[in-house]
C-alpha cells in the first residue's frame, strides 16, 4: 500500500518542541520533495515547509522561520520536521506530502501522496 504516515504529534507545552516524522511505504522518498502543510481549527491549511531531494528546504510561512526545520534520511525512507519554541498558534494538525520531482516547486504541480496527518496541541 502506498501511503505516507505522519507521528510524533501531541500536547506540548509553549516554548516546548516536538519532532515530526513522515515515513513512506510502498515507495522510496528520495525521488520526491516534501512538503510539510498545517491546518488550525477553523483556518484554510496552510504549507510551511519543504524539503527538495537533496535535503535543501525552502520556507513558506514566516510564522515558523527560525524554529521549524525539516530533514531526511532516505535510508530510513522518512522526513522529519522539528518544531522549536512552540507557540499556541502552532496548534493544527500537520501533514506531509510528496511530489515526485526533485525541486519543491514540485508542489505547485501536484501532490502525488498525503499524509492523514498528526494533532499538534500546544497549550499550557
Known amino acids: 500500500q502506498l501511503q505516507l504516515v505522519e507521528s510524533g504529534g501531541g500536547l506540548v507545552q509553549p516554548g516546548g518542541s516536538l519532532r515530526l516524522s513522515c515515513a513512506a511505504s510502498g515507495f522510496t522518498l528520495d525521488v520526491y520533495a516534501i512538503g510539510w502543510f498545517r491546518q488550525a481549527p477553523g483556518k484554510e491549511r496552510e504549507r510551511v515547509l519543504c524539503i527538495d531531494s537533496s535535503g535543501g528546504s525552502t520556507n513558506y510561512a514566516d510564522s515558523v522561520k527560525g524554529r521549524f526545520t525539516a530533514s531526511r534520511d532516505d535510508a530510513k525512507n522518512t522526513v522529519y520536521l522539528q518544531m522549536n519554541s512552540l507557540k499556541p498558534e502552532d496548534t493544527a494538525v500537520y501533514y506531509c506530502?510528496?511530489?515526485?520531482?526533485?525541486?519543491?516547486?514540485?508542489?505547485?504541480?501536484?501532490?502525488?501522496?498525503w499524509g492523514k496527518g498528526t494533532l499538534v496541541t500546544v497549550s499550557s
Open positions: 506530502a510528496a511530489t515526485r520531482n526533485y525541486y519543491c516547486s514540485g508542489l505547485e504541480y501536484g501532490i502525488d501522496y
